[in-house]
């Protein structure tokens, strides 16, 4: 298969002063950023800062309590068709691994769903488990095949929230390498992590959470070298945030 | 194209089950049946067991027996449910054919009614007389559990009472047990409670948890009970299987049939009596 | 006098027992052809049932209107419909003085078919609901992300929970064989037409004929076990190999 840049069509997204209560807690507040196309953010910070909650509003799942989000598109259906989304713990279907990577794409309507989900199971490696039980497989795997069933879907943006969280070391770098062959190909990736040296390994821009504020936005080097906020400072130093 | 996939295997699933259900319907051309609506003690006694078959290789015409109790089975036939109704109720019967319900009755056998109750018999009741026995029963209070759901035997019963100058309802919920069940669910119970019961013989011969029941009074010419056939009036229900219905009112009232009802004995007694007069 | 009557009723038992083996050994006919029936009655039935009610409950538990407890809190209740009130509703519906009545099929095994399928549909469908309601938690991001729809929700997770449905089918088909005053009253009982395992348990015990009853009530029971018993190895077989 012919190795794509993705064209932008949806991106940049822009979010202004987003807002997220849920009930009487104010878990998001005043968040503005720009998600431009080709790039790779990481959204860093503490457990509870809020991160979980922002991808879920930016991919669309749940709805800002305030403040607006704007795609580049005004087709609302490019718009979802363009994004695809892989959280913390893999949501397998009761099925074979091949089979839910196929079912993706059977909802996305592709073409010649066979093929493309050979395909993306050949990218992740993992061709040999394909007719196992996906609920069987290891948590890496599972994580994988996550990943190769959104990466099948060609998407424009990839959202991952913590998705290494649960993983050991060797998956860990699994998962790090195909994320970043999938951005090679053209998909812009923002990611959720607690891990600064994932964040590290990983980022071309940095957005730093803490208590539901962006109190950072840099590009990384700047970021690593020269953070500009005390909380990030002292997060990059290995203190704890609260 | 998935969803049109399973949405066709939905179809092909149901339209199967309901085929293997369709498979069920009698088949209206082949198979030739009337539906007759006749009671839980003609049934539970065994007559049919033994008469329908020998219609069956006479006339080749299945006949369906839904057993109910009279007043049920009248109703059902009232509705246009069954094509002939055979129960013993003649006040009942009567009334039916006058509303125009049911046409062309005829008398077919008749049983007769006995009363049973504890070997025992603290009322001492045996004997050959029924207003007798029903009076000490009343006097001494002494357990009696009744249908209680309008049937024809229960019909019967109320009247015997009647005719003794009872109210059977003034013991009511003391000596007097109303059961609203068939035959044999009241002879069950009468049979646990040890208590007094109206029957026909028909039901008590083949009935087999009798306890200490046995048969007290008998043999009183009051007790003897009449049973009718009658063809549900096509003119009020034109699908009723006017030809095949006829077919098994006049097999009943031939002689052939009539004999057939004679030969059927349980422990060597007779138990009906065919008594169709022409005309 | 008391005692010496508890005694006889008690001897039934192992009365009934031999009377149930020896049945069940000599493969009597009469038995084969009732319990025949018994199973063709029920399977019909549940298969019609589930075809519906699984569809309808997976819809109930994704779809959000208002009421909707209010319906839920009915198919729950409706769970405990009586055998006997089902018979009397659809045999008015069938019967020839009926809106239906024209289809004949009173007095036949379709009417029974029919009556124990309305009887068990809320059975299937309010477990359904509840379960396909449950899995939508676990499954509703992911779902949601890849822009299925409704309709493509509801199958994924019909799929997905097919074990656990399973027992719901099974609850379903134990009440519908297990069943007797809706099959006795669309039925009639008519021998050799529609008689079932238990209108003939009802038959025999007024006839009076008590070991004969029991010795029937527990071929029905060793059917019914054996069974579920197949469907429990059918399952776990199938759990073991996709998780």
Sequence with gaps: ?242 | ?279 | MQACRYTARMQEIPQSLALALGLLSSLDGTLLSIAGLSMRVSGVAVVAASLLALPFGAWLALARFPGRQGVIALLNGMMGLPPVVVGLLIYLLLSRAGPLGALGILFTPAAMMVAQAVLIFPIIAALARQVIEDAWGEYREQLVSFNATRSQCMRALLWDMRFTLSTAVLAGFGRAIAEVGAVMIVGGNIDGVTRVMTTAIALETSKGDLPLALALGMVLITMVVLINLAAQLIKSAAMKQHG
């Design chain 1, 1 to 242: 298969m012919a190795e794509a840049i993705i064209p932008p069509r949806v991106l940049p997204l822009t979010a202004e002063h987003l807002g997220f209560r849920a009930g009487n807690v104010t878990v998001l507040s005043d968040v503005s950023l720009v998600i431009a196309p080709g790039s790779r953010n990481i959204v860093l910070g503490p457990n509870g800062a809020g991160k979980s909650v922002l991808m879920r509003l930016l991919h669309g799942l749940l709805t800002p309590t305030r403040g607006t989000l704007r795609w580049s598109s005004a087709d609302g259906l490019a718009v979802r068709r363009a994004q695809a989304m892989v959280f913390q713990r893999p949501v397998m279907l009761r099925r074979s691994v091949r089979e839910n990577v196929e079912f993706a794409l059977q909802v996305a309507g592709h073409a010649d769903v066979r093929r493309a989900a050979e395909a993306a199971l050949d990218r992740v490696g993992l061709v040999q488990l394909a007719d196992r039980a996906a609920r069987l497989c290891s948590g890496g795997e599972q994580q994988r095949i996550a990943l190769a069933r959104a990466w099948a879907l060609q998407p424009e943006v990839l959202f991952l929230d913590e998705p290494t969280a649960s993983l050991d070391p060797a998956a860990t770098r699994a998962i790090e390498e195909t994320i970043a062959a999938i951005h090679a190909q053209g998909t812009t990736i923002v990611m959720t992590t607690h891990d600064l040296g994932q964040a590290r390994r990983l980022a071309d821009r940095v957005l730093f959470l803490h208590r539901g504020r962006l109190v950072e936005d840099t590009p990384a080097k700047v970021f690593f070298q020269l953070p500009h906020s005390l909380e990030a400072s002292a997060f990059i130093r290995g203190e704890l945030l609260w």
């Design chain 2, 1 to 279: 194209m998935v969803k049109r996939k399973i949405g066709r295997a939905w179809i092909r699933a149901m339209s199967m089950a309901i085929f293997a259900g369709a498979m069920t319907l009698p088949a209206m051309a082949e198979d030739k049946f009337i539906v007759v609506a006749s009671t839980t003690s003609t049934q539970d006694s065994g007559l049919f067991g033994h008469i329908l078959p020998l219609f069956k290789a006479r006339t080749g015409i299945d006949v369906r027996v839904v057993a109910q109790g009279t007043g049920q089975a009248l109703a059902t036939a009232k509705k246009g449910d069954a094509d002939v109704v055979f129960v013993h109720d003649k006040v009942a019967e009567a009334k039916f054919v006058e509303e125009g319900f049911g046409v062309d009755r005829r008398e077919v056998m008749y049983n007769d009614f006995v009363i049973v109750g504890p070997k025992g018999d603290p009322a001492k009741v045996a004997g050959k007389n029924v207003m007798a026995a029903l009076k000490k029963i009343e006097a001494g209070k002494a357990a009696f559990t009744s249908r209680g759901d309008k049937s024809g035997t229960h019909a019967a019963e109320l009247r015997y009472w009647k005719q003794a100058d009872i109210d059977p309802q003034s013991g009511k919920g003391a000596w007097y047990r109303e059961t609203g069940s068939g035959m044999g669910p009241t002879l069950n119970t009468a049979s646990a409670m040890n208590a007094y019961a109206f029957t026909d013989r028909g039901t008590w011969l083949s009935f087999k948890n009798r306890g200490e029941l046995t048969v007290l009074v008998e043999g009183d010419t009051r007790l003897f009970n009449q049973y009718g056939v009658m063809l549900v009036n096509p003119a009020r229900h034109p699908h009723v299987k006017k030809e095949l219905g006829m077919q098994f009112i006049d097999w009943m009232t031939s002689a052939e049939g009539q004999a057939a009802i004679a030969a059927y004995k349980i422990e060597g007694q007779q138990l009906f009596f065919p008594n169709f007069r022409k005309g």
